[in-house]
């Protein structure tokens, strides 16, 4: 296949996403300063920032004094310049989430499941977005994009297949039923933990990185695998089921339909179900009543004068930490994260044995060269996260992703 040509309009559109990308992740830096971040020649960073700035995607930040010169301005990509909501489906609840471009959050909702319907979550998601956008007091037109983090594997092709068997679904056109219930907004729809593994490498755990695994353990399990610094997806997307790697041949049922899997060893409902079965019928139920969050806080309080939940505790840090292990043979990284709501939980009680168990399943010489911590991001990772997929298109094309290009398209 011959070379695709590269035209003046390419290199000029890449100039842009280049700059403004420096700018977003390490601004605000003064012209001097990106063209040594950028490889840049001080002409090209002048006049693109130039354009950049008559664009509105970036502005001037104050200076800085230099080596005897006139002071430096500095610039930054523009916060105002529009806005961005992040959307976390979850298997009870949906969480909505606004920001302005630099990722200060300016509104939230939080909805309760009852119906867990493709129509019916795709419904509660285009309302939803309207009602945070308008209590915000933000104009409707300036959201740039909307993402929306799911559980289970996303299709990417013209419309986004979402593929759930955890909540029943199956090859849903979750994009299309949005705008059927009106949603008009540019729509960006990937997998919960691959939206959360974004948000913990640009602004969390993961940073300055380049080959991370970013687990995520909540009622499910998943990861998302970073190698040399892209998110690796698989032939359909589908790659970092971690959840669904056999931890026990023959084991636990799984909601997935299998024996054996991690999630139902290390995810909160296989958690909590491991509990309930091990203190037998005749003991109290410590946590009758709690939804899982504060099922499994009340389970590792619990461990403090139970010997079935410090025993329940310490099965689980030996699973997950034998789980981890297999991602460090299988993919040598230099870092691993844990989060989710339930691995934060895990972690900040359990982290030493989680280590431990970690370093006795895994190869010595990967192991030595990788560290575990946990992530910066609470319960908002995954809508964070899911916020960064438009703010990723904006970066890309270095323009509005609203609009057709205008000026790059004029440049012969």
């Given at each position: 296949?011959?070379?695709?040509?590269?035209t003046?309009?390419?290199?000029?559109?890449?100039?842009r996403?280049?700059?403004?990308?420096?700018?977003?992740?390490?601004?605000?830096?003064?012209r001097?300063?990106?063209?040594?971040?950028?490889g840049?020649s001080a002409?090209?960073?002048?006049?693109?920032?130039?354009?950049?700035?008559?664009d509105?995607?970036?502005?001037?930040?104050?200076?800085?004094?230099?080596?005897?010169?006139?002071?430096?301005?500095?610039?930054?990509v523009?916060?105002?310049?529009?806005?961005?909501?992040?959307?976390d489906?979850?298997?009870?609840?949906v969480?909505?989430?606004?920001?302005?471009l630099?990722?200060?959050?300016l509104?939230?909702?939080?909805?309760?499941?009852?119906?867990?319907?493709?129509?019916?979550?795709?419904?509660?998601?285009?309302?939803?977005?309207?009602?945070?956008?308008?209590?915000?007091?933000?104009?409707?037109?300036?959201?740039?994009g909307v993402?929306i983090?799911?559980?289970g594997?996303?299709?990417?092709?013209?419309?986004?297949?979402?593929?759930?068997?955890?909540?029943?679904?199956?090859a849903?056109r979750?994009?299309?039923?949005?705008?059927?219930?009106?949603?008009?907004?540019?729509?960006?729809?990937?997998?919960?933990?691959?939206?959360?593994?974004?948000?913990?490498?640009?602004?969390?755990a993961?940073?300055?990185?380049r080959?991370?695994?970013?687990?995520?353990?909540?009622?499910?399990?998943?990861?998302?695998?970073?190698a040399?610094?892209?998110?690796?997806?698989?032939?359909?997307?589908?790659?970092?089921?971690?959840?669904?790697t056999?931890?026990?041949?023959?084991g636990r049922?799984?909601?997935?339909?299998?024996?054996?899997?991690?999630?139902?060893?290390?995810?909160?409902?296989?958690?909590l179900?491991?509990?309930?079965?091990?203190?037998?019928?005749?003991?109290?139920?410590?946590?009758?009543?709690?939804?899982?969050?504060?099922?499994?806080?009340?389970?590792?309080?619990?461990?403090?004068?139970s010997k079935?939940?410090?025993?329940?505790?310490?099965?689980?840090?030996?699973?997950l930490?034998?789980?981890?292990?297999?991602?460090?043979?299988?993919?040598?990284?230099?870092?691993?994260?844990?989060?989710g709501?339930?691995?934060?939980?895990?972690?900040?009680?359990?982290?030493?044995?989680i280590?431990?168990?970690?370093?006795?399943?895994a190869?010595?010489?990967p192991?030595d060269?990788?560290t575990?911590?946990?992530?910066?991001?609470?319960?908002?990772?995954?809508?964070?996260g899911?916020?960064?997929?438009?703010?990723?298109?904006?970066?890309?094309?270095?323009?509005?992703?609203?609009?057709?290009?205008?000026?790059?398209?004029?440049?012969?």
């Amino acid at each position: 296949m011959a070379p695709k040509r590269t035209t003046v309009r390419d290199l000029r559109r890449q100039n842009r996403s280049t700059l403004l990308s420096t700018l977003f992740f390490d601004g605000p830096l003064s012209r001097y300063e990106l063209s040594g971040l950028s490889g840049l020649s001080a002409a090209t960073v002048s006049n693109v920032t130039a354009e950049l700035v008559e664009d509105g995607l970036v502005v001037e930040a104050g200076s800085v004094d230099s080596d005897g010169g006139r002071p430096r301005v500095l610039l930054r990509v523009n916060p105002a310049f529009g806005h961005v909501v992040g959307v976390d489906v979850g298997e009870t609840g949906v969480k909505v989430e606004l920001f302005d471009l630099g990722l200060r959050q300016l509104g939230a909702a939080d909805h309760a499941l009852s119906v867990g319907s493709p129509g019916a979550v795709a419904s509660l998601i285009a309302s939803s977005v309207r009602d945070v956008v308008a209590a915000a007091g933000v104009p409707a037109s300036t959201v740039l994009g909307v993402g929306i983090g799911v559980p289970g594997t996303v299709e990417q092709g013209t419309t986004a297949v979402v593929h759930a068997p955890t909540i029943g679904w199956d090859a849903v056109r979750l994009e299309e039923l949005i705008r059927s219930a009106g949603g008009t907004w540019p729509l960006y729809v990937e997998n919960g933990a691959k939206t959360q593994g974004q948000a913990e490498m640009w602004f969390g755990a993961g940073r300055g990185a380049r080959h991370v695994v970013i687990a995520l353990i909540g009622s499910g399990v998943g990861a998302a695998v970073v190698a040399d610094g892209d998110v690796y997806r698989g032939a359909t997307s589908s790659a970092g089921e971690w959840g669904h790697t056999t931890i026990v041949y023959g084991g636990r049922p799984c909601r997935c339909g299998a024996l054996g899997c991690l999630e139902a060893y290390v995810g909160a409902e296989g958690i909590l179900d491991r509990y309930r079965k091990a203190r037998g019928r005749s003991a109290p139920d410590l946590l009758a009543g709690d939804d899982e969050q504060s099922a499994v806080a009340a389970l590792i309080a619990a461990a403090a004068h139970s010997k079935t939940a410090a025993r329940v505790l310490e099965e689980t840090a030996g699973y997950l930490g034998a789980g981890i292990a297999n991602l460090v043979n299988l993919f040598n990284p230099e870092r691993i994260v844990l989060g989710g709501w339930a691995g934060l939980a895990l972690g900040a009680h359990q982290l030493d044995a989680i280590v431990a168990a970690t370093r006795a399943h895994a190869l010595r010489h990967p192991y030595d060269q990788t560290t575990l911590t946990v992530g910066h991001f609470g319960p908002d990772a995954v809508a964070v996260g899911a916020a960064t997929l438009p703010v990723a298109a904006l970066l890309e094309g270095a323009a509005d992703p609203r609009k057709p290009t205008t000026r790059t398209a004029d440049i012969a």
